[in-house]
C-alpha cells in the first residue's frame, strides 16, 4: 500500500521510487478587472488570478507601440513610426538562436539601442529564422519620459493594496 498521495514510479532491482501526484491547478480568469473583484478573489486571498482577456488594450503603450492588425491577419507589428525618435534609447535586448552551436549560443542578452530591434522587426523573416531577437524586460524608469507615460501604473496597482511600486518592467 502506498503512502497517501503517492504514486510508484520506478521499480527496479528491489528499489521502489514514489513520486507525487502533479498539484498544478488552473489559476481561474476573473469575469471583469475592476479593482473590487481583484481584490475579494486574488489580492487579499493571496491567490493567483488571470485578468480577462483584453484588460490591458487601452494603455497608451499597446495603441501607440503597436500598428493596428490589418484586415488580412491579426498580426501587430511595432509601431515605428512612434518608435523611431527613441531609437537612441539604450534597452536590454535578447538574441536566441536556433539550432546553438559552438560560435553561436543559444542565448544572449546584451544592451543595445531601440533602433536595433526596430532595425531588425523590418528586415528579420517572421518565420524559419535561426536568430531571434526581441526586448528583455526593460525597466519602465529606464526609458524615455514619453514612453514612460505610455505605460501609468494600472488601478489594480494603485488601489488594491498600498499602491507600492518596487519595479515595473516591459
Known sequence: ??????????????????????????????????????????????????????????????????????????TQTL??????????????????SHPPTPTSPAFRRFRGPLHLLLNWTSTAPTSGAPYRLYLAQAQVADLPPRLRADVPVPDLVRKAGKGDVYDANV
Request: aromatic share 8%.
Open 79 to 96: 509601431n515605428h513610426t512612434y518608435l523611431s525618435p527613441y531609437g537612441d534609447t539604450i534597452v536590454p535586448l535578447e538574441l536566441t
Open 1 to 74: 500500500m502506498l503512502p497517501s498521495g503517492l504514486r510508484l514510479a520506478h521499480r527496479a532491482k528491489g528499489i521502489r521510487h514514489y513520486t507525487n501526484p502533479p498539484t498544478h491547478h488552473k489559476v481561474p480568469v476573473l469575469e471583469n478587472g475592476t479593482v473590487d473583484l481583484f481584490r475579494e478573489r486574488a489580492f487579499l486571498p493571496a491567490l493567483p488570478a488571470t485578468l480577462p482577456p483584453g484588460h490591458f488594450a487601452h494603455l497608451p503603450a499597446v495603441t501607440a507601440w503597436f500598428t493596428e492588425p490589418s484586415s488580412d491577419d491579426a
